[in-house]
């Protein structure tokens, strides 16, 4: 009896043992309980920076093993940095619109990207006016550096003390541009068309239209190209200004400007003006 006790006693322990093995087994097969999540940088968007104003934004990141390392290699505005932690930092003093690509590394050395976009705005009450271009027969002239050709239609040359339609009436035949070296404008800078009616009879009511991509006529065709500034009503005689605000950031090497209007040596384009922030010259914009 004595022997038979003992039996089962070794055998309760082998059968103990082998379940405690088994267990291992099945721990090492099945691999650890929680499994890692993956790594990607939870941030949707970044506010808007302005010129000469502090500004910080803290990125975030989800999964993979913090802590977080974060880092960039494109180019940010003159006074910002990126520190390790996530925190876009600093005072920036150059109006600024790109698209920056970040990087974060987690402890297991995990990297995961995504791109925002980063934008400076010029600072608050700042308005400098430029006149770009200043049509007249005895001369145009191109104040601003950036602009070094005029162009126009067949059909369209400057008359008195402005540019129009010289030959014929037809509204689409009578644009007129300039180009150059290229230029950006910003979300709230404002475009202004300087106009002059010389009938002494008729009054005009008319929305011209710019284009950053055409340098031709306005046609059917092209017109997703072209937008609509301000309207105007010019009596006779009359000067006036039309004005279209820049909605979001452009960049081009041209600017051209359709009167969509039929008339005949009645309605002249006297100048165009860009009044824009942050500029390193001031030019006065006067209007006649």
């Known amino acids: 009896m004595k022997n038979f ?17 088994a267990a291992k087994v099945a721990e090492a097969l099945d691999g650890p309980s929680e499994q890692l999540t993956p790594l990607s940088i939870a941030t949707s968007a970044l506010s808007q920076a302005k010129v000469g104003e502090s500004f ?41 619109n790109a698209t920056i690509t970040v990087t974060v590394t987690d402890a297991e ?15 608050d009450g700042v308005e400098r006016c430029a006149v770009v271009v200043d049509f007249d027969s005895a001369g145009s002239t191109l104040p601003d ?49 300087v106009w002059k009616n010389v009938s002494s009879v008729n009054s005009h009511t008319f929305s011209p239209r710019i284009s950053f991509i055409e340098t031709g006529r306005f046609t059917t065709s092209n017109s997703a190209n072209w937008l609509l500034s301000s309207s105007l009503t010019l009596n006779p005689g009359e000067s006036g200004v039309s004005e279209y605000t820049i909605t979001s950031f452009t960049s081009s090497n041209s600017f ?8 005949g040596k009645q309605l002249l384009l006297d100048r165009i003006e860009f009044v824009e922030s942050a500029r390193a010259t001031n030019e006065v914009c006067v209007i006649d």
Do not use: W
């Not at 239609?153 to 010289?166: L, S």
């Open 256 to 263: 051209n400007v359709n009167q969509n209007i039929n008339q």
């Open 145 to 193: 550096t950036r602009f070094d050709t005029i162009f126009s239609d067949v059909y369209t040359d400057v008359y008195q003390d402005g540019i129009t339609t010289v030959i014929g009436s037809h509204e689409n035949y009578n644009h007129a541009g300039i180009s150059g070296s290229g230029f950006n404008l910003y979300a709230g800078d404002i475009i202004r068309l």
């Open 56 to 96: 910080e934004a803290m990125l975030s990141s989800q999964g993979g093993a913090v802590p977080y390392a974060y880092s960039t290699i494109d180019s940010l505005p003159s006074g910002m940095m990126l520190t390790t932690d996530g925190t876009l930092t600093g005072t920036p003093s150059e109006v600024f």
């Open 5 to 21: 006790k003992v039996l089962i006693f070794i055998l309760s322990a082998l059968l103990v043992s082998c379940e405690e093995k």
């Open 109 to 123: 050395n995990t990297t995961t990207q995504k791109s925002f976009t980063l934008e400076v705005l010029p600072p």
